[in-house]
């Protein structure tokens, strides 16, 4: 069976049949649009894309992996505002001869990440496509308080870290590589583990500035760092090595630290606060916010790629 045979519309039957709707989701799928609930009058709204071959592999990963992945990382930019996601939209494109078990185990994962904060897939499109590519958008509630954004970070404050970084690049080397074990890192990469509380929790404790680890620690504080017209200085010491990623760094030849500095894609939250703030443990203090510009290590500029970039692979 292929998703030519059962057609379009028989798809969109088949995977709408195994969504569950939360709260936020006033009409879900069937007519022309969607209507969510957006309590706070303003919607916090994200896109992101995966497509194959670039973004993942059938063949590293399972239909449902992709779908907790693709969700996750939209998620993690709405949480990433200090919002609570209320809904997703997902765009389809695919080869005309894949099973159509495939989409509906995908769909499965989708809503299983979104109901992990209550979410839920309310719509979105099907199309054919010699690519498999899979867009999907996320909307966010605010509950009434401004958004964390990128530009507010000011010198003296803390650079703190929610979540864990280099598991997912671990997982990918390890793959790139031909084997599928550690299991921990190759699962971490698989489906990553998101903080989503940690979002409005941050915008709660004053958070000045936040953002989604998904293309590299040092990468993206470097957006923070620009957009507010600060440095920052991470504390090498502040990141163990957690055995497994030690032992697989090793095996492989690799800089641990690498992967935990520069690598992406388990969207863990990194932020700033005042100096003072008492921070949760779920809140890591990593490093300063300092005059200046850039991000640097132990005060030292680091040596190698500072994170992913789609289009020159790394920076």
């Given at each position: 069976?292929?998703?030519?045979?059962?057609?379009?519309?028989?798809?969109?039957?088949r995977?709408?049949?195994?969504?569950?709707?939360?709260?936020?989701?006033?009409?879900?799928?069937g007519?022309?649009a969607?209507?969510?609930?957006?309590?706070?009058?303003?919607?916090v709204?994200?896109?992101?894309?995966?497509v194959?071959?670039?973004?993942f592999?059938?063949d590293?990963?399972?239909?449902?992996?992709?779908?907790?992945?693709?969700?996750?990382a939209?998620?993690?930019?709405?949480?990433?505002?200090?919002?609570?996601p209320?809904?997703?939209?997902?765009a389809?494109?695919?080869?005309?001869?894949l099973?159509?078990?495939?989409?509906e185990?995908l769909?499965?994962?989708?809503?299983?990440e979104?109901?992990?904060?209550?979410?839920?897939v309310?719509?979105?499109?099907m199309?054919?496509?010699?690519?498999?590519?899979?867009?999907?958008?996320?909307?966010?509630?605010?509950?009434?308080?401004p958004?964390?954004v990128?530009?507010?970070?000011r010198?003296g404050?803390?650079?703190?870290?929610?979540?864990?970084?280099?598991?997912?690049?671990?997982?990918?080397?390890?793959?790139s590589?031909?084997?599928?074990?550690?299991r921990?890192?190759?699962?971490?990469?698989r489906?990553?583990?998101?903080?989503y509380?940690?979002g409005?929790?941050?915008?709660?404790?004053?958070?000045?500035a936040?953002?989604?680890v998904?293309?590299?620690?040092?990468?993206?504080?470097?957006?923070?760092?620009?957009a507010?017209?600060v440095a920052?200085?991470?504390r090498?010491?502040a990141?163990?090595?957690?055995?497994?990623?030690r032992?697989a760094?090793?095996?492989?030849?690799?800089d641990?630290?690498?992967w935990?500095?520069?690598?992406?894609?388990d969207?863990?939250?990194?932020?700033?606060?005042?100096?003072?703030?008492?921070?949760?443990e779920?809140?890591r203090?990593?490093?300063?916010?300092t005059e200046?510009?850039?991000?640097t290590?132990d005060?030292?500029?680091?040596v190698?790629p500072?994170?992913w970039?789609?289009?020159?692979r790394?920076?």
């Open positions: 069976m292929t998703v030519a045979g059962v057609g379009e519309f028989g798809l969109i039957d995977v709408t049949a195994r969504l569950t709707y939360g709260e936020s989701c006033l009409l879900g799928p007519d022309d969607a209507v969510v609930a957006a309590p706070d009058r303003r919607v709204a994200s896109t992101d894309v995966l194959e071959g670039r973004h592999r059938r590293w990963s399972t239909a449902r992996d992709v779908g907790h992945r693709a969700a996750a939209n998620l993690a930019d709405i949480a990433a505002m200090g919002a609570t209320t809904a997703l939209l997902v389809l494109c695919m080869p005309a001869e099973d159509p078990g495939w989409a185990e769909t499965d994962g989708l809503g299983a979104a109901a992990l904060v209550g979410a839920s309310v719509g979105g499109d199309s054919a496509s010699p690519t498999l590519t899979i867009a999907v958008t996320a909307l966010g509630d605010l509950a009434g308080r958004p964390v990128r530009s507010g970070a010198p404050d803390v650079v703190a870290l929610a979540g864990r970084t280099g598991w997912a690049a671990a997982g990918y080397t390890v793959l590589r031909g084997f599928r074990t550690p921990l890192p190759v699962e971490a990469f489906r990553p583990e998101v903080p509380p940690a409005p929790e941050a915008a709660e404790l004053g958070a000045t936040m953002i989604d998904s293309d590299g620690l040092l990468a993206d504080l470097g957006h923070v760092a620009k507010s017209g920052v200085d991470l090498r010491e990141f163990e090595v957690p055995r497994q990623m032992d760094a090793q095996a492989l030849g690799v641990p630290y690498s935990i500095l520069a690598g992406g894609d969207h863990a939250l990194a932020a700033t606060f005042p100096p003072g703030v008492a921070l949760p779920r809140w203090p990593v490093g300063r916010v200046g510009a850039g991000v290590v005060g030292a500029a680091h190698g500072a994170g970039d789609h289009f020159r790394a920076e």
